[in-house]
């Protein structure tokens, strides 16, 4: 399973690039937001410190104003990935897009039939929001089961980036669900990092070890 994260904070990236379980990054307009810089500069210093797809999100609503947006994003760097939103537009610009060699990631995909429709307009990737989802007493989860079984039957060959991750269980269910990608907030990540038993273990050894050698190391 590859992890995203699902950040454009640079230090964050930074960290996790250097812990080495970054194999790319998904931002959207609210994260960039958060940042308070120019999306240009941002998305291309993200793209450059990460080997693995960057994706930046389209804002227009027609094929039209997609595809020309996503020409532009797709020259900033090599490993730019395009995020189109789930509507018929959307749909026509990721056609186009995918023809043309630009990788997209169809965006808020809330539904099986959504997911399905995405995978046959060509999508490179599909995000399904679960954590939205869970949040309005939806099973997010079951909608990552119904994708990987959907595109199983038919060879698709879309990856699942599951997004909108609440905490490390997400990850984990997708993990058992067969799901190629989560994309996961930094402070998620940190999460899956932690148990109390492998802290209180290092504790205990450490003393042991000083114990024995008169110090810690
Ligand atoms: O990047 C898209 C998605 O992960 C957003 O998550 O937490 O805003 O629902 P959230």
Same mark, same amino acid.
């Given at each position: ?80 990935v ?16 995918e023809?043309?060699?630009?990788r997209t990631n @169809?965006?808020?995909?809330?539904? $099986?039939?959504?997911?399905?429709? /995405? +995978?046959? %307009? &060509?999508a490179s990737f ?32 879309t990856q699942?980036? @599951?997004?909108?991750?609440?905490? $490390?269980?997400?990850?984990?269910? /997708? +993990?058992? %669900? &067969? ?39």
């Open positions: 399973m590859k992890f995203f994260l699902d950040t454009a904070n640079v230090e964050q990236i930074k960290r996790a690039v250097k812990a080495g379980v970054v194999d790319g990054v998904t931002t959207n307009p609210t994260l960039i937001a958060k940042e308070g810089r120019s999306q240009h500069a941002l998305i291309k210093e993200i793209a450059a410190l990460v080997k693995g797809p960057v994706s930046v999100e389209g804002n227009g609503t027609t094929c039209d104003e997609l595809v020309k947006e996503a020409e532009v994003y797709s020259k900033w760097a090599p490993n730019i395009v995020k189109i939103p789930m509507t018929e537009e959307g749909m026509k610009a990721v056609r186009v897009l023809k043309k060699g630009i @169809v965006t808020l995909v809330f539904s $099986p039939s959504q997911a399905l429709i /995405a +995978a046959k %307009a &060509g599909v995000s399904p929001f679960i954590g939205r989802l869970d949040d309005n007493s939806m099973d997010g989860m079951g909608l990552v089961r119904d994708m990987m079984q959907i595109y199983k039957n038919y060879g698709f060959n699942v980036i @599951v997004a909108s991750i609440r905490h $490390p269980l997400h990850v984990v269910e /997708a +993990a058992r %669900a &067969g799901a190629h990608i989560a994309t996961i907030p930094a402070d998620v990540l940190a999460k899956m990092w932690n148990h109390p038993l492998t802290d209180a273990g290092i504790k205990k050894f450490r003393e042991d070890f000083a114990k024995v050698e008169g110090k810690y190391l």
